[in-house]
């Protein structure tokens, strides 16, 4: 049932889609993504993404009690909480990491998509990510749609993922499951290779494609940091140096 509903939302979609992209004729400066997204046992959400050649912001909408900021240029995430007032900051890191075992990355190609309408001259393509032959995601994307935003994500997963990196060797040996290592941290973006993703699912998971603007008119304000929050790295807050009480970060000892 679920696959039959996935399959639905994405056919409406991209007929939507298609008649969008037949207006447009110029490449614009940012874009608006909007996608909803399912974590088994709790309600859908909307995940509001905003992407421009020096930014790209994560949030839930004009409401939304916090917000990840990316700054693509000096590569750092900043997670913003408007109730607790912080800025929590993700640095990019260098790390030189071997997988504990060894990864074989394989695609299984699937046909449900061949009556679906071309978008930008291609049709949407439904592909199963194996790493050691296990199915870890299932992506529908079409190649050459928003290639801008695509290279924005591809950014946000591999920072996230020499963030990874850092603490990867704290990770039980019996916690390393192929799928999740390889996605978290070996190979982040490859679900990205190609091309835009309408829709992702994989157990207990699904995000599908609900609109996106590519000359959306961005407030600008919305890439930029609060004042006067109290700000800390993720390093130093794994070091026990960050004390939220008083606000403040403490020496290293």
């Known amino acids: 049932m679920k696959k039959t509903v996935l399959l639905i939302i994405s056919f409406f979609s991209i007929t939507c889609l298609s008649v969008y992209l037949s207006a447009c004729q110029e490449r614009p400066q940012n874009q608006l993504i909007l996608f909803l997204e399912h974590e088994e046992g ?36 900043y997670n913003v909480d408007h109730q607790q007032q912080t800025i929590m900051r993700v640095e990019n890191q260098a790390v030189e990491l071997t997988p504990p075992m060894e990864l074989n990355y394989t695609v ?60 990867f060797n704290l990770l039980p040996a019996d916690m390393h499951d192929p799928c999740a290592i390889s996605m978290s941290t070996f190979a982040p973006t490859r679900h990205l290779e190609f091309g835009f993703p309408l829709q992702e699912w994989k157990p207990g998971y699904t995000r599908s494609l609900e609109n996106f603007d590519e000359d959306y008119q961005v407030d600008l304000e919305l890439f930029k940091l609060p004042e006067n929050y109290f700000s800390y790295s993720i390093q130093e807050y794994r070091q026990g140096r960050v004390d939220l009480g008083n606000r403040k970060v403490l020496p290293v000892i």
Not at 138 to 167: C, I, N, R, W
């Open 42 to 77: 709790a309600e859908p959400y909307q995940t509001r993404i905003i992407v421009s050649p020096d930014y790209m912001r994560f949030d839930e909408g004009e409401q939304s009690s916090t917000f990840l900021l990316i700054d693509r240029i000096h590569k750092t995430a």
């Open 108 to 167: 299984n190609e699937l046909d449900d998509f061949k009556d679906a309408p071309e978008i930008n001259n291609n049709k949407p393509r439904h592909r199963q990510l194996l790493t050691n032959d296990q199915v870890c995601l299932d992506v529908v994307s079409v190649d050459g749609l928003m290639p801008e935003a695509v290279a924005a994500l591809k950014e946000y997963h591999q920072l996230l993922a020499t963030d990874s990196a850092v603490t």
